[in-house]
């Protein structure tokens, strides 16, 4: 019980780190610009230089694996289209999964890699795992693939 308290402390804490860095920022520039020391060209300057930085500081960024974009090319090329089930494990290797749809057609999954998003100051977040499926037609050829995100 005492270990949840910390960890929830303890999370709590680092996202309360970037909002006491903005506070303090705001505090900066407000004193910055009420100040006569400094320049009006420097003012605008040091201005311009911390916003790019609470701009990096909040930006965050996808990362694609390769094995999403290259599913995707294939899905979206539409290369797997009319290869037999043979073809299709020769290109990919063996499925994760195999089963048999309603009308008693083969399907195939595979593994298309992920999405996720990430800042610059933490780790990766809202990861998005995708499975390539693959669906053969009643003589064995792919007659239809499509990218879908795994629950």
Same mark, same amino acid.
């Given at each position: 019980?005492?270990?949840?308290?910390?960890?929830?402390?303890?999370?709590?804490?680092?996202?309360?780190?970037?909002?006491?860095?903005?506070?303090?920022?705001?505090i900066?520039?407000?004193?910055?610009?009420?100040?006569?020391?400094?320049?009006?060209?420097?003012? #605008?300057?040091?201005?311009?230089?911390?916003?790019?930085?609470?701009?990096?500081?909040? /930006? +965050?960024?996808? =990362?694609?694996? %390769?094995?999403?974009?290259?599913?995707?090319?294939?899905?979206?090329?539409?290369?797997?289209i009319?290869?037999?089930?043979?073809?299709?494990?020769?290109?990919?290797?063996?499925?994760?999964?195999?089963?048999?749809?309603?009308?008693?057609?083969?399907?195939?999954?595979?593994?298309?890699?992920? #999405?996720?998003?990430?800042?610059?100051?933490?780790?990766?977040y809202?990861?998005?795992? /995708? +499975?390539?499926? =693959?669906?053969? %037609?009643?003589?064995?050829?792919?007659?239809?693939?499509?990218?879908?995100?795994?629950?």
């Amino acid at each position: 019980m005492i270990t949840n308290l910390l960890v929830g402390l303890f999370i709590t804490l680092i996202w309360l780190i970037p909002v006491l860095i903005v506070v303090a920022i705001i505090i900066g520039l407000i004193f910055l610009i009420k100040t006569k020391r400094i320049c009006k060209t420097l003012k #605008i300057i040091i201005i311009a230089l911390t916003l790019f930085c609470v701009f990096i500081l909040f /930006y +965050d960024y996808e =990362i694609i694996s %390769d094995s999403y974009i290259e599913m995707n090319e294939m899905v979206d090329n539409k290369r797997l289209i009319g290869l037999s089930e043979e073809e299709v494990i020769e290109l990919l290797g063996e499925p994760r999964y195999r089963y048999i749809g309603k009308d008693n057609t083969q399907n195939y999954t595979y593994s298309a890699g992920t #999405i996720s998003k990430k800042h610059f100051w933490s780790s990766e977040y809202n990861r998005k795992v /995708y +499975d390539l499926n =693959i669906d053969f %037609d009643e003589n064995g050829k792919v007659e239809h693939t499509y990218i879908k995100e795994c629950t």
